[in-house]
Nanobody
Framework: VQLQASGGGLVQAGGSLRLSCAAS????????MGWFRQAPGKEREFVAA????????DYTDSVKGRFTISRDNAKSTLYLQANSLKPTDTAVYYC???????????????????WGQGTLVTVSS
């Protein structure tokens, strides 16, 4: 599975961006998907995750109420709508996929099987 993240850019604090992650695999609809981010000088951290059906979502506390993860299985694409952006959201954002159909949320990067190349989000104050 190849993942291609896009949609990053420079935005002012309070602004919005929609990140996309296009998957090469037609079996995208069976994959558990997640977004992670890595700020300069920091470790990669979990942002949001979404079950294969789209019925179960999980967010890290710092983005709850501001970010929304979604998927379009017909287009094999994952999205992250990021609103009310803050300078602390500045990071490279990565999409990831896991071959997983369980009921638990996957928040650790080692739990994912495939990774996109990352897209940079810069939020200015």
């Amino acid at each position: 599975v190849q993942l291609q993240a896009s949609g990053g850019g420079l935005v002012q604090a309070g602004g919005s961006l929609r990140l996309s992650c296009a998957a090469s695999e037609h079996a995208f609809s069976a994959l558990y998907m997640g977004w992670f981010r890595q700020a300069p000088g920091k470790e990669r951290e979990f942002v949001a995750a979404l079950s294969w059906s789209g019925s179960s979502t999980d967010y890290t506390d710092s983005v709850k109420g501001r970010f929304t993860i979604s998927r379009d299985n017909a287009k094999s694409t994952l999205y992250l709508q990021a609103n009310s952006l803050k300078p602390t959201d500045t990071a490279v954002y990565y999409c990831a996929a896991a071959v997983y159909s369980g009921s638990y949320s996957l928040r650790r990067d080692y739990q994912y099987d495939y990774w996109g190349q990352g897209t940079l989000v810069t939020v200015s104050s």
